[in-house]
């Protein structure tokens, strides 16, 4: 269960993350509390499922990026391998597994357009891709979500 404090750090680190060197100081400032406790409890929180990464998001499109939602269609025995060879592309920053025909959709940035046209011959030529289709990014809609715990 998480504490009050545990949910006060939640709804800072959502959309106020400080831009500094020792964020998480200055975090622990605001919060009332010490650096060590605040990294401690940011951990826990991702050990146990309630945050999955901690870190900024940028505008790929003008940091010169590329970005396209692919389908994949994977057999069914080799989905698992597959998807792990996805993910360790280093653009990869979302991989699920769907029902239907195809039945794995990634996002995948790239720096460039021929950086992503590599990475895609690669997945698919990977054992067990049966069909891909790209479908680059057209207009970009940016959803912010919060929570407040």
């Not at 025995?77 to 280093?90: D, G, H, L, T």
């Not at 653009?91 to 590599?118: I, M």
């Not at 289709?133 to 057209?138: D, E, G, H, K, V």
């Amino acid at each position: 269960m998480l504490s009050l404090f545990d949910k006060q750090l939640l709804n800072r680190i959502q959309t106020g993350l400080p831009f500094d060197n020792r964020p998480f100081a200055v975090l622990a400032e605001k919060l009332g509390t010490d650096e060590a406790t605040v990294i401690e409890r940011l951990q826990w929180l991702k050990e146990h499922g309630y945050i999955r990464r901690v870190g900024p998001f940028f505008d790929s499109a003008k940091l010169g990026y590329t970005g396209t939602l692919v389908a994949v269609k994977v057999a069914a025995e080799k989905m698992k391998a597959v998807a792990e060879s996805i993910n360790r592309y280093p653009g990869v920053t979302h991989n699920y597994e769907r029902e239907g025909r195809f039945n794995l959709w990634f996002a995948l940035l790239s720096p460039n357009q021929a950086a992503q046209d590599k990475i895609l011959q690669e997945v698919r030529c990977l054992n067990g891709v049966e069909q891909l289709i790209s479908l680059p990014a057209t207009k970009k809609f940016k959803v912010s979500v919060q929570f407040t715990l």
